[in-house]
């Protein structure tokens, strides 16, 4: 193979090995899709084939080298995210999901952080990391159960605006999670390391600001739909780019440029323009995460990944438990919103590969396998769980357990679908 390769061109590597990549990713979604598994599972195990530790038929040169795919990733999911951040949606819903979304969120963090530290001996930078990443649900899963059987009520409303804010919360905790890590490395710590970092996040949130407020202002009548595409993309990627120059993450700024936008404007159909052209590219990132799995590591990582897997779970359900409580929900949500939170894959991931950025390279490693791990696993069990609660909170009639899809009559209304098709692509 290496031979081969030493007779090509740069380019030549470069351009086959991208399609290798996106060939792989396809082909392994045919198997998952079978075994009703969502794409994301496909793309990580289609990396593992690919990468270096199986089939290796990628230069680990070009995997090194194509970093900045992460950060284009995060920054079209960051802005997916932002959507739903409408000042309308917080005026019906009220004060309630904020409380459920955030003990939900950040108890699963504090016991990860915490556990992690004292159970394991585990350095606490590494655990702040992880618990900042713990906070994250994927709910792609999840949603192809509710559209698979049709659900509705006020448990899937309940659990559509929670993972919505869900992935805002995981984004604010790994950024102060950063910022923490970045100000204690070293010896000694100045005040300009402390205070240059927050400048920098608050710099990058006014350039999300005013970018949204710019692009609301660009988007007239007469734009053209392509014109319309350009016009967003280089903004996300201009965000991006300045983020990266001074080693923050896209991730806040690229939320809160959407956020603004959908205020501004209301526009939909840009939301459905970008998730047209993302796919490839969040196929790329997904199998290039797989390619950096070193699954070598498992045999060390064993106790840790599964211990892992376990609290985060634990954390999610009491705290969505607690949360619904203090929120005076309905007995149905109470009981079971826990269990539709438990996969994680998009965010978390490439929040993953920010974190090993920070880390020394050994954490960095331990850090990503844990991640990329345990998100095979809850992506296997996630639409299990998902069914059993929708199932018990009442979500689900029980006729339509036993009909197929193209025969159900039931269908959410025009809103949920159109929140369902955006949290499954972003997640």
């Not at 949130?205 to 016009?231: H, P, Q």
């Not at 490839?280 to 950096?292: D, Y």
């Not at 029980?398 to 193209?406: A, G, P, V």
Request: with cysteine; net charge positive; glycine share 8%.
């Amino acid at each position: 193979m290496k031979n081969i390769l030493s007779q090509l061109n740069d380019t030549t590597i470069v351009l086959l090995s991208l399609s290798v990549i996106l060939l792989a990713g396809f082909l392994l979604t045919r198997i998952t899709k079978l075994a009703k598994l969502p794409n994301v599972t496909g793309y990580i195990i289609a990396g593992v084939l690919i990468g270096p530790y199986v089939l290796n038929l990628v230069p680990s040169d070009i995997v090194k080298n194509m970093g900045f795919v992460s950060d284009i990733a995060l920054a079209f999911i960051a802005f997916g995210v932002g959507r739903f951040f409408k000042k309308e949606a917080f005026q019906e819903t009220g004060f309630g999901i904020i409380v459920i979304t955030l003990l939900e969120s950040l108890l699963a963090g504090i016991l990860v952080t915490i556990c992690m530290h004292y159970i394991f001996r585990l350095d606490w930078n590494f655990c702040l990391l992880l618990g900042a990443i713990a906070t994250a649900t994927a709910p792609a899963s999840t949603m192809v159960t509710i559209r698979q059987y049709h659900a509705r009520g006020n448990f899937v409303n309940t659990l559509l605006q929670v993972v919505a804010l869900d992935d805002a919360v995981c984004l604010i905790a790994f950024s102060i999670a950063t910022a923490v890590i970045n100000a204690n490395t070293g010896a000694s710590v100045s005040v300009s390391e402390i205070v240059l970092p927050l400048a920098y996040n608050i710099g990058a949130l006014a350039i999300g600001f005013v970018s949204g407020i710019g692009l609301s202002k660009l988007m007239t009548s007469k734009r053209s739909e392509d014109n319309r595409l350009i016009l967003t993309i280089s903004l996300l990627l201009g965000i991006a780019g300045l983020c990266a120059a001074v080693d923050i993450s896209p991730l806040l700024s690229c939320m809160l440029f959407s956020t603004t936008y959908i205020n501004m404007t209301k526009d939909k159909e840009l939301y459905k323009q970008v998730e047209k052209f993302t796919p490839p590219i969040l196929s790329i990132f997904f199998v290039l995460s797989g390619m950096s799995l070193d699954i070598n590591s498992f045999n060390t990582l064993g106790i840790i990944g599964a211990s892992y897997f376990i609290i985060r779970i634990a954390g999610k359900y009491l705290g969505a438990y607690l949360g619904c409580r203090m929120a005076k929900t309905p007995k149905a949500v109470r009981n079971y919103l826990g269990l539709a939170l438990i996969p994680q894959a998009g965010v978390a991931i490439g929040l993953a590969f920010l974190g090993k950025r920070v880390l020394p390279d050994a954490m960095g490693n331990m850090l990503l396998t844990i991640i990329l791990s345990s998100s095979v696993l809850y992506e296997l069990i996630g639409p299990a769980c998902a069914k059993i609660a929708l199932i018990y909170s009442g979500s689900i009639k029980k006729e339509k357990l036993t009909i197929s899809d193209d025969k159900a009559k039931l269908t959410v209304d025009e809103t949920q679908e159109e929140d369902l098709n955006v949290l499954q692509r972003s997640s």
